[in-house]
């Protein structure tokens, strides 16, 4: 048997994955993340200048947050059932970044921890600045010769 | 008002989300990457800000909203200092979540051990 004929069987066999349930509880999970945020925006544009200064400081509290969750093991949870309701919002690039932390602080602290801590959250801030700066400077420059 | 659109916009947001993991072969880091980039070219492109102000937080917290941040960040230091901001305007916005993140992060690390 092929590899490909096997992988059809096997997909043709397992358990159809329940996909409603899932992303009813990802919408779920997710909604109540961001009413959460809502909630800290809300304080957040009372209290500072800016509405940049306002995002600036609803991401970190949401990110707070996320590593607190993190830490007493109730975001686990929370993944487990919400699935991409807990990774897509920023307190799930929190919990990538707390979780690998605490895992690896084991292989040390600076290859251990300070190394692994951004293996998931590395690739987002990389690929978020390199889109960001490539679409800024298409702007600038399409701007420029206008 | 606002609470309910947030709860709507941002379940929707990862509601698709989890429909591209399970029926599709991208993986969580996938997913991630993809919005991200996703939201930093919309912000680019000028979409992103208009949909933030009718969605606020439903926006702001998943991921797609720290993509645009990046933009946003950018596009404002460039006007501040010129051709530097292109570069220190990535972690204008982002910066505070960023650092605050690294060292609560190495915090808890640091005081405990992980389940399981």
Known sequence: MKPQEYQKLVQENSAPRPLLKNVLWAFFVGGLICTIGQVVLNIA????????EAS????????????ILTAFGVYDELAEKGGAGAAVPITGFANTMTSAAMEFRRE??????????????????????LS??????????ILKLL | MEYIIAFLVGGAICAIG???????????????????????VLSGLGVYEPFQEF???GALVPVMGFGSSITKGMLSEL???????????AFEITGLGLAAGIVFSS?????RKPHK
């Open chain 2, 107 to 111: 915090i808890w690390a640091l005081l």
């Open chain 2, 18 to 40: 989890q429909l591209i993991i399970d029926t599709t072969k991208c993986s969580n880091a996938h997913l991630l990457v993809g919005l991200v980039c996703l939201g930093a």
């Open chain 1, 45 to 52: 544009t009372k209290t500072e200048n800016t509405k940049a």
């Open chain 2, 55 to 57: 969605a606020g937080a």
């Open chain 1, 56 to 67: 600036a400081v609803t991401l970190a509290v949401m990110i707070l947050i996320g590593t």
């Open chain 1, 132 to 141: 960001g700066f490539i679409v800024t400077l298409i702007k600038v420059l």
């Open chain 1, 108 to 129: 040390g602290i600076l290859l251990g921890m300070g190394a692994k801590m951004f293996v998931i959250a590395g690739p987002v801030i990389v690929f978020g600045i």
């Open chain 2, 79 to 89: 006007e501040r200092l010129g051709w530097e901001g292109l570069f220190t305007g």
